[in-house]
């Protein structure tokens, strides 16, 4: 069965470095979300994608992070100069057309930032 | 924001019997629902869902119950299993930008099966 994947599993970086998680959606899926949730919250919506361009972001997602799908099957998301508060689960989603609603998540990347 | 409340953080069943997950929402504009389950460490991965034309949706064990004028879904387990011990997500979208409906989710409930 397809999944999503998503690496890496864990990252550990120093505050004010530039982190890049990878994700791989569903070969056919034509949407691509993030999500992260930070540990005992609730999981929070970051940004959609679709047709190469940003499609909805959160107030989360600032000036920061940046998503990108630089070829066919790819797409990652870049925080420039992380924070502390930016230690969380990240979440990759896709979906594949309008006719269908379901969102299929990746296994997560943890970051921590020290 | 709590557009989407489980205001149940645990709950514990016998094996075999019925589990019951519940879950509300205040806004109207979402129009379908999907219920989530998640194990430690890993992603939330989809149970089943509901479109808000429909009031029931059943998959095997699995049966989701929309009530929109309370604005309540459920989640019905039956018979539960332990490995359906995990925490469950309910999540819902709406009429967002066409055809990119962001979703949201509640705090989640973690049931525990025991045997």
């Known amino acids: 069965e397809p999944e999503v994947t998503q690496t890496p599993s864990h990252q550990v ?24 949730q930070i540990l005992g919250q609730k999981v929070e919506f970051l940004v959609s994608f679709y047709n190469n361009e940003i499609s909805e972001k959160s107030e989360i997602f600032d000036d920061q992070f940046s998503v990108e799908r630089p070829d066919g099957s790819n797409f990652t998301l870049k925080i420039r100069s992380t924070k ?9 989603a896709s979906r594949e057309g309008l006719a269908a ?4 998540f990746g296994p997560g990347t943890r970051l921590t930032v020290l | 924001d709590q557009q989407v409340k489980q205001n149940s953080p645990s709950l514990s069943v016998q094996e075999g019997r019925i589990s019951i997950l519940n879950c509300d929402y205040t806004n109207s504009m979402f129009d379908y629902f999907l219920w989530y389950k998640k194990y430690p460490a890993e992603g939330p991965t989809f149970l089943i869902s509901i479109s808000s034309i429909k009031d029931k949706n059943e998959d095997g ?21 332990p490995g359906d011990s995990a925490v469950y997500f309910c999540a819902a979208s709406g009429l967002s930008n066409f055809g990119n409906e962001k979703l949201t989710f509640g705090t989640g409930t973690r049931l525990t099966i025991i045997p």
Not at chain 1, 84 to 92: G, I, K, N, R
Not at chain 1, 101 to 104: H, M
Not at chain 2, 61 to 81: D, E, G, M
């Open chain 1, 13 to 36: 970086t120093q505050m004010g470095q530039e982190v890049i998680l990878r994700c791989v959606p569903i070969s056919n899926h034509l949407y691509f979300y993030w999500y992260r």
């Open chain 1, 84 to 92: 502390l508060e930016d230690s969380a689960m990240y979440f990759c």
């Open chain 1, 101 to 104: 609603d379901t969102q299929y």
């Open chain 2, 61 to 81: 064990r699995f049966t989701v119950f929309l009530n929109k004028s309370a604005k309540h879904l459920s989640l019905h387990i039956v018979p539960s299993q």
